[in-house]
């Protein structure tokens, strides 16, 4: 696989799964009139928001880095026509400038503040310029597409081309659903051991795990 077809991949996928998951809030009737969320409705949505903020910032990350920095020379003007035509809807995610510090400090790391900064949940830090609303998170997807879709235009020939092969490590036992509630319960005999021992009984029983057999 050329770099070329290796950017296509990754922002392909990318922003397909930005754009499903923004069709799913929508579908799932999450969208629209105020509403209340049951809490795994809540968690639900709340995690196809983080994942798509998350997902945008990796899709810039390749666009800025790989996708015509690293790509074959052979396609060095197209890329910079792309990126032109692509300009207006590029510095309109770029307006927020927050982006990516949210997605670093709020997303996907630790809720602090650099390695050793404050808890990232008080009020002077939740100021982000960054997406921030469900419209918000539908217009960046539209955004998304947009540029995705200019790139499949100008690109169309190699595009359609593209033969992607994907392997899978079979070396590697997949669990069923037996064996992860016969695992669950083993882990949990094995720490109810070591509070015995400490004199701290603590029963951790099937408290909020998913298990499939209980025995």
């Known amino acids: 696989m050329n770099k070329l077809n290796e950017s296509f ?3 392909s996928i990318l922003a397909i799964e930005i754009n499903n998951r923004s069709k799913l809030i929508v579908d799932l009737g999450y969208s629209g ?8 409705e809540l968690t639900l949505l709340t ?6 903020i998350i997902d945008s910032v990796s899709f810039l990350d390749e666009y800025d880095n790989h996708f015509g920095v690293q790509t074959e020379k052979e396609y060095k003007n197209r890329i910079i026509e792309t990126k032109q035509i692509n300009k207006p809807f590029y510095d309109y995610i770029r307006s927020w400038k927050d982006l990516g510090l949210m997605r670093n400090q709020m997303l996907a790391h630790n809720l602090r503040v650099g390695d050793s900064g404050g808890f990232i949940y008080s009020i002077e830090n939740l100021s982000y310029n960054s997406p921030r609303t469900l419209n918000d998170i539908f217009l960046l997807t539209n955004i998304l597409m947009l540029m995705m879709h ?3 235009t100008l690109f169309e020939e190699e595009f359609l081309a593209k033969k992607i092969v994907r392997s899978i490590d079979k070396s590697q036992k997949n669990l069923t659903m037996d064996e992860v509630g016969d695992t669950t319960l083993k882990l949990i005999n094995a720490a109810e051991s ?5 004199g701290k009984k603590i029963n951790l029983g099937y408290y909020n ?6 025995k």
């Not at 995690?47 to 798509?52: A, D, K, M």
Request: glycine share 0%.
């Open 9 to 11: 991949e990754i922002l």
């Open 209 to 214: 795990v998913l298990t499939f057999s209980k």
């Open 33 to 40: 009139e105020a509403r209340s969320f049951q809490p795994q």
């Open 150 to 152: 200019t790139i499949e």
């Open 194 to 198: 070591i509070s015995d021992t400490k």
């Open 47 to 52: 995690s196809f928001i983080r994942l798509n």
